[in-house]
């Protein structure tokens, strides 16, 4: 190759190189606002990469560098329910300097539901733990640690500061304000790049993909320039392909069908009275609210004062049930121990299966009618009332059922469950009857149409044709359906309670 050869070449890699990086110290705010996770390395000046993108489970992460810290992702309080709007820090399962593989547990995070473990997605090492372990009220986006792709990093954020974060997280915005008017015309405004830092990579420019997200986009179909990625530097990871796949099938009948924020929850709530501090002749103690108090606080006030309300009463025969019940355990010689919950609701899902307007959700504009019983079953922890949610129950065996109600209900009172665990369903189940309550009215799980209130069996004279008396002593079990009457009409909560009683009394049918 002659000489010209070779300075020609070598000019067209240098100029390919200088086109294809964008942490050129002299990058334009719009080139930095389309780099998706590109960090600008020291220089005189501070300079962010693009601001923000959502993991899978909620959480939010900004790449940052200056010349006084290194690369690093700043992480913050991550959204882990749809109602959540701010969490309280719980116990840390990573120590500074600990490295991080995707899908390690990062710390658990009280949500306004339960206490959730938080799995981060990335690989990296813990910088800095900006909200140590009993932080409370933390904002959603708050800063909560510092993750660096380098090891040898971490020993730069030893003296790092929650409020540095803090400023540094607002920052990209005035930036992106600023650096237009230095750097390009006029034309090129904030909102125009901070437009362009949602989209996803533009053409000609490349894109960084782990392996098996490649593998996984191109068994799916999946043109990866239509993904933002949320690893390291904007490389697109597997997670974000699952979440492409997920909200691309989902996004418009989600969209249609968001019902509007609760009214409670939308309003600026008024100044609440402080605490007292507890003293020896205050005579009462005042307990502060948690987040899931307060959330089921919100959520029944506003279900009792929006949804028309109306309540069914129906008195079942246990007789059959608890001798069929009887049978299957002895049978099973302690491999599984079915209970009276566990018919109930297999026979609630019969029962929704035979008249599906009352499997239905309040939507707004519309009525939703769900294909599956998904019932979710109310259960009493130390934090409050939760109802994980045992999917698909009519397509369930009554072994089946119980292994799940087990499973669930102890998650829940370990604060254990993932968000898709409890939000959700089609018809929800509160059982009393442990407590010896025989009967009582409940509030319905907004928005569902209907939940059933079920009490304790107790004995009671019954008409019996067969008996030399005309009567004999049955176990009868009380039930209340609470049922919105915006969904379902009185005669077609009959129906269910019919149905429901039919099950219940000939619990054969339900093995079949």
């Given at each position: 190759m002659s000489a010209s050869r070779s300075s020609n070449v070598a000019r067209l890699l240098s100029r390919s190189a200088r086109l294809a990086?964008?942490?050129?110290?002299?990058?334009?705010?719009?080139?930095?606002?389309?780099?998706?996770?590109?960090?600008v390395r020291p220089s005189a000046t501070q300079r962010f990469g693009s601001v923000s993108a959502q993991q899978?489970?909620?959480?939010?992460?900004?790449?940052?560098?200056?010349?006084?810290?290194?690369d690093h992702q700043l992480i913050g309080m991550p959204a882990l329910s749809p109602t959540m709007t701010q969490g309280n820090v719980g116990q840390w399962q990573k120590s500074v300097g600990d490295k991080i593989e995707p899908g390690d547990v990062l710390v658990e995070i009280e949500t306004d539901k339960a206490q959730m473990d938080f799995e981060f997605q990335d690989e990296g090492y813990l910088a800095k733990i900006l909200a140590p372990t009993g932080t409370k009220d933390l904002a959603i986006d708050a800063p909560v640690a510092i993750i660096v792709e380098n090891e040898s990093d971490v020993a730069a954020f030893a003296d790092y500061s929650a409020d540095q974060a803090k400023a540094e997280s607002a920052a990209p915005a005035q930036e992106s304000a600023a650096a237009p008017a230095a750097e390009e015309t006029k034309k090129e405004s904030a909102p125009v790049a901070a437009k362009k830092q949602e989209a996803p990579p533009s053409d000609g420019e490349r894109i960084f993909a782990s392996p098996m997200a490649k593998t996984i986009a191109k068994e799916k179909n999946v043109d990866l320039a239509q993904v933002k990625g949320s690893g390291p530097r904007g490389r697109i990871v597997k997670a974000d392909i699952e979440a492409y796949v997920a909200s691309g099938a989902s996004a418009k009948a989600a969209t249609a069908a968001t019902p509007a924020a609760p009214a409670a929850a939308a309003a600026a709530p008024k100044a609440a009275p402080k605490a007292a501090e507890a003293s020896g002749s205050a005579g009462f103690t005042?307990?502060?609210?948690t987040n899931m108090r307060k959330v089921i606080a919100s959520r029944l006030t506003e279900a009792k004062s929006t949804v028309p309300h109306y309540y069914l009463t129906q008195n079942i025969a246990m007789d059959k049930v608890n001798k069929l019940r009887q049978s299957l355990n002895t049978a099973a010689n302690g491999s599984y121990k079915l209970s009276v919950n566990d018919f109930v609701i297999k026979a609630a899902a019969s029962a929704l299966r035979d008249v599906p307007e009352v499997n239905?959700?309040?939507?707004?504009?519309?009525?939703?009618?769900?294909?599956?019983a998904d019932i979710a079953v109310a259960a009493a922890t130390p934090a409050g009332l939760i109802t994980p949610i045992v999917r698909t129950c009519d397509a369930k065996g009554l072994k089946a059922i119980s292994a799940d109600v087990r499973e669930l209900v102890g998650r829940a009172r370990a604060n254990k469950l993932k968000p898709e665990e409890f939000q959700g369903g089609s018809f929800t189940i509160s059982n009393l009857g442990m407590y010896g309550i025989t009967s009582f009215s409940a509030i319905i799980n907004s928005p569902h149409s209907a939940i059933l209130s079920v009490g304790a069996s107790e004995p009671r004279l019954v008409p019996d044709e067969d008996a030399e008396k005309g009567f004999s002593v049955s176990q009868v079990m009380s039930v209340q359906l609470s049922a919105d009457h915006r969904v379902v009409d009185g005669a077609i909560g009959a129906q269910f309670l019919k149905a429901f009683k039919g099950y219940l009394e000939n619990p054969l049918t339900l093995l079949l």
């Open positions: 990086s964008p942490r050129v110290a002299g990058a334009s705010a719009r080139h930095i606002a389309t780099a998706r996770f590109v960090s899978g489970n909620g959480i939010k992460k900004r790449q940052y560098s200056s010349k006084s810290y290194p005042d307990i502060p609210l239905s959700s309040w939507q707004g504009e519309f009525i939703r009618q769900h294909h599956h």
